[in-house]
């Protein structure tokens, strides 16, 4: 509806800035915390647009960011939306080359960037004719010099606090996103205005993930990652106080935001929470504020509910997925359940949980049927709904993939159980996710295939207690190949191309990749032989190039 506004990001901020005037935004920045309200953010915020006018950005035009979870990060949700922008939050983990090609890809005409990162996009960058045109603004009260970055502090200033914000269209494009291919290219998401508000209010129900003027919300997700599983704008939108960690927050330094700013609702991946365990384990924060952790991007393990719980903190296990905004399905117990003994409750919220309100799913075998909702029977969850993107961002050939008939094919395989919880028994695509972060096992088993002495070598994931996942190549070496020195040259190839944690945990010699009956790689076949017997190295996985902690 033209002109109508009716569904837009805009009227969540308005309000809160009028009802919520001085409710706080609380930010760990690298020059140290920082503090403002939602009136002096709906100031800087228009500030911000006026600032991106100036420099020519116009309605339709991509802003990226290349940022943690900051206030002045947050700042631009805000801003490039409702100017009828797009915000294009880049993911800083990923390798160079990915970072060329979807900057390129997104055609983005500035991005924000934070100084710890800076050198990282400086690298990717560098020489690259991909980041032609590109302008960078700093994130922070300093230029940085490399990128002829301005500090952000600088752009803004002295530009009004007024703004004369645009009608948008319901279907304006406000958002973008890429995630990961199981082969080629990451593919962009775009997210519409009223796809952001219905995930925003769908979020904000009681079955969603709600968050009100009484919470404290501290997205440790990062705001690359879906926008932080849109919890910026459901927090808005409920006029709760926020919490943003920061660059690259260890587990002491969620404690001390927790204990400090008596946060109520925080949300990250299994991995986070992990360590936020083991530190709980040595030193004893008070989390005595917690009232909700949402874990989610992989499993959370039973042993992690019940660690929650014993605190009296209440653990939702959540579904989702960069195409659907992301939430899907959260593990709310149902209140026919409430008198159940706790273990058969616990069975429930450690399943994937049920759709949320205003999606709709099927679950499709093998052979083209629907599934019986028996929780046995198995087979690929399609989705849709108002929050679910229709199709990628110019690419026709993953359209044709992974879309049907209006149903996103999610690639994972469930069941459903009589009560509608949602489990997760497999994942069809070929990806491997460690850290709540993407390792595409196709390309390092074809970077692997590189070597001069590796016949065949597949990549696989395999079970780990910290990581959910680790990369684990399987390498059937040549005749004349010497086997003492192979694995070292493979990692130290692949490690001129990736990022540390991207490079597998181990390189293991076998005579022959299992091949299934056309002759393509089996990879279930290696997964069901070796997981069991693998011990991979403790620690293996690289601590300090680790993703979404
Ligand atoms: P996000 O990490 O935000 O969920 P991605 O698009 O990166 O979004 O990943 C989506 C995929 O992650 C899902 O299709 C599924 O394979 C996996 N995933 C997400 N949540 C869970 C969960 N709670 N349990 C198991 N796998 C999950």
């Given amino acids: 509806m033209p002109g109508g506004h009716t569904q837009t990001l805009r009227p969540f901020l308005w309000r809160a800035s009028k009802l919520y005037g001085d409710t706080e935004i609380v930010s760990r920045n690298h020059d140290g915390m920082s503090r403002q309200t939602y009136a002096e953010y709906a100031d800087r915020t228009a500030r911000l647009a006026n600032a991106l006018d100036e420099h020519g950005i116009e309605q339709g035009d991509r802003v990226g960011t290349f940022c943690w979870n900051t206030d002045r990060h947050f700042e631009t949700y805000f801003a490039v939306p409702s100017m009828g922008g797009q915000l294009h939050t880049i993911n800083p983990l990923l390798p160079d080359e990915h970072i060329r090609y979807i900057v390129e890809d997104a055609n983005d005409e500035v991005i924000f960037v934070d100084p710890s990162l800076a050198e990282k996009i400086a690298g990717a960058a560098d020489g690259a004719e991909e980041f032609e045109g590109v302008d960078f603004v700093a994130m922070g009260e300093e230029p940085i010099e490399a990128l002829d970055a301005p500090a952000y502090e600088t752009f803004v200033d002295g530009h009004d606090a007024d703004y004369d914000w645009p009608d948008l269209d319901d279907d304006q494009p406000a958002g973008m996103c890429y995630t990961s291919g199981t082969t080629g290219k990451p593919k962009g998401v775009e997210y519409t205005q009223s796809m952001l508000w219905s995930h925003t209010m769908m979020s904000l129900s009681p079955q969603g993930i709600p968050m009100a003027d009484d919470d404290v919300v501290m997205p440790v997700v990062p705001m690359f990652h879906v926008n932080a599983w849109g919890m910026p704008f459901t927090a808005t939108a409920g006029g709760s106080k926020q919490v943003f960690p920061g660059p690259s927050p260890n587990a002491e330094h969620l404690a001390t935001l927790i204990e400090e700013e008596g946060v109520t609702v925080t949300a990250g991946v299994p991995t986070v929470w992990l360590g936020l365990m083991e530190y709980c384990e040595e030193n004893d924060p008070d989390l005595s504020s917690l009232e909700r952790v949402i874990v989610g991007g992989s499993a959370a393990p039973e042993s992690m509910i019940r660690w929650f719980d014993d605190r009296g903190v209440e653990l939702l296990h959540a579904w989702g997925m960069t195409e659907m905004s992301p939430i899907g399905s959260v593990a709310h117990l149902k209140s026919d359940l409430e008198d159940e003994e706790y273990e058969t409750q616990l069975e429930k919220r450690s399943k994937q949980g049920l759709m949320a309100p205003g999606l709709e799913f099927k679950i499709i075998d093998e052979d083209g049927n629907r599934i019986a909702w028996d929780g046995e029977e198995f087979g690929e969850l399609y989705v849709r709904g108002p929050s679910v993107t229709k199709e990628y961002f110019k690419r026709p050939d993953a359209n044709e993939e992974d879309f049907e008939n209006g149903w996103l094919k999610t690639g994972d395989v469930v069941s459903v159980d009589p009560d509608g919880y949602l489990k997760i028994v497999d994942r069809e695509k070929d990806v491997i996710k460690s850290g709540g972060e993407w390792i595409s096992s196709v390309e390092l088993e074809n970077a692997v295939m590189a070597h001069d002495d590796v016949s065949e070598a597949t990549v696989i994931g395999v079970p780990h207690e910290k990581w959910q996942e680790r990369p684990v190549a399987f390498v059937v070496p040549t005749e004349d190949a010497d086997r003492d020195t192979l694995d070292d040259e493979i990692l130290e190839m692949l490690g001129d191309e990736y990022p540390k944690w991207w490079l ?46």
């Fill in 504 to 549: 597998p945990d181990a390189v293991e010699y076998i005579d022959e990749v299992p091949k299934t009956a056309t002759g393509k790689f089996s990879k279930k076949d290696l997964r069901e032989q070796y997981t069991g017997s693998m011990e991979l190295h403790e620690g293996s996985a690289p601590e300090d190039a680790a993703p979404s902690r």
